[in-house]
């Protein structure tokens, strides 16, 4: 019984779908880091800056003063106080990743799909070339190859 099970498991953990979904889900979470990385250490920066240097990590709001009163210069001082904060800083930098991210999938999707379009119209192209070419006979309106002077069906005499 525990055989059969594990030879079930290794059958199924070897299919191909699997392993790529492996894979896939191993490059989204390095994927992810970058992203963060990205959002947390190149973008928001220049942002804040420009906002009039506001650490959007660092926006808070005290909802219950810790061990200590508020106010408190960052957020780690809050939490290290112990005070119930509401993160929208975090929250802001968590939605600006998710439209970078967002954004990277749709521009991979539209590559993809372009690259699938030129694929299709190429293999139409071939299949047209590879397909036979007919005419009608005149006579007998069947189809026979282009290339005829004398229909087989009904053994009229075809102009070029």
Known sequence: MLKNFVNEFKKFAMRGNVIDMAVGIIIG???????DS????VIMPPIGLLLGKVDFSNLYLVLKSGATEAP?????????AGAVTLNY??????????????F?????IKGINNLQAKIDKKEAQDAAKAAPKTKTCPYCCSEIPEAAVKCPNCTSDLKK
Not at 73 to 78: P, Q, Y
Not at 89 to 102: C, E, H, R, T, Y
Not at 104 to 108: D, E, G, M, R
């Open 29 to 35: 979470a390095a994927f992810g880091k970058i992203v």
């Open 89 to 102: 800083g975090l929250f802001i930098n968590a939605v600006i990743s998710f439209v970078i991210v967002a």
């Open 104 to 108: 990277a999938v749709f521009i991979l």
């Open 38 to 41: 990205l959002v947390k250490d």
């Open 72 to 80: 408190y210069n960052s957020l780690a001082a809050a939490q290290a």
